[in-house]
T-cell receptor
Framework: DAKTTQPNSMESNEEEPVHLPCNHS???????IHWYRQLPSQGPEYVIH???SNVNNRMASLAIAEDRKSSTLILHRATLRDAAVYYC???????????????FGKGTRLSVIA | AAGVIQSPRHLIKEKRETATLKCYPI?????VYWYQQGPGQDPQFLIS???????DKGSIPDRFSAQQFSDYHSELNMSSLELGDSALYFC????????????????FGPGTRLLVL
């Protein structure tokens, strides 16, 4: 899996938007960009994923650079419950038997201030 | 909706003892993954199974073994426990046969916290 780089930590005020960056300059053409988060004392949780186009779901938005070498996870209004470690992970889309495991990097620890 | 179930949630063992962790995937899910997360560390992949066959192998020690049963639940067997095995063990499941979108998502359980004394 290609390597990703994220800031160690970020801080946000409650109810403000948060932009979490991820660099993946060695991404291949067949890599999906995935985001998972891990709340304190819980298992990781899927947030969003995309390939080339920007994606939106009920949790967040994913903005992907045109050259795909970076992406940004956007939380539109941070709440205290969004305080977690956010992981940006690349996964190959090529079909195969079973599925590739997630390779977690260091992630970004997001703190939300009331 | 049903989630991934792991048991036990907490386990305390002595060095050199054995432990068995169980994982019950979301109903109809065909793939199970095991991850280990040491204190202050990020989750690390151990092993996975698809349709009861080993699919991928990560940094799983030779002292550990795992299998997936006919009902798709999985067990992680750990022998000759060491202090360094103290960690959170997460199981995740996904549905590969459901198509590309469904197999892109892994659903994690709450984890088993293992403490080796």
């Amino acid at each position: 899996d290609a390597k990703t780089t994220q800031p160690n930590s970020m801080e946000s005020n409650e109810e403000e938007p948060v932009h979490l960056p991820c660099n993946h300059s060695t991404i291949s053409g067949t890599d999906y960009i995935h985001w998972y988060r891990q709340l304190p004392s819980q298992g990781p949780e899927y947030v969003i994923h995309g390939l080339t186009s920007n994606v939106n779901n009920r949790m967040a938005s994913l903005a992907i650079a045109e050259d795909r070498k970076s992406s940004t996870l956007i939380l539109h209004r941070a709440t205290l419950r969004d305080a977690a470690v956010y992981y940006c992970i690349l996964r190959d889309v090529l079909p195969r038997s079973g599925n590739t495991p997630l390779v977690f990097g260091k992630g970004t620890r997001l703190s939300v201030i009331a | 909706a049903a989630g991934v179930i792991q048991s036990p949630r907490h386990l305390i063992k002595e060095k050199r003892e054995t432990a068995t962790l169980k994982c019950y995937p979301i109903p109809r899910h065909d793939t199970v993954y095991w991850y280990q997360q040491g204190p202050g560390q990020d989750p690390q992949f151990l092993i996975s199974f698809y349709e009861k066959m080993q699919s991928d192998k990560g940094s799983i020690p030779d002292r550990f073994s795992a299998q997936q049963f006919s009902d798709y639940h999985s067990e992680l067997n750990m022998s000759s426990l060491e202090l360094g095995d103290s960690a959170l063990y997460f199981c995740a499941s996904s549905l590969i046969k459901g198509g590309r979108e469904s197999r892109e998502t892994q659903y994690f359980g709450p984890g088993t916290r293992l403490l080796v004394l």
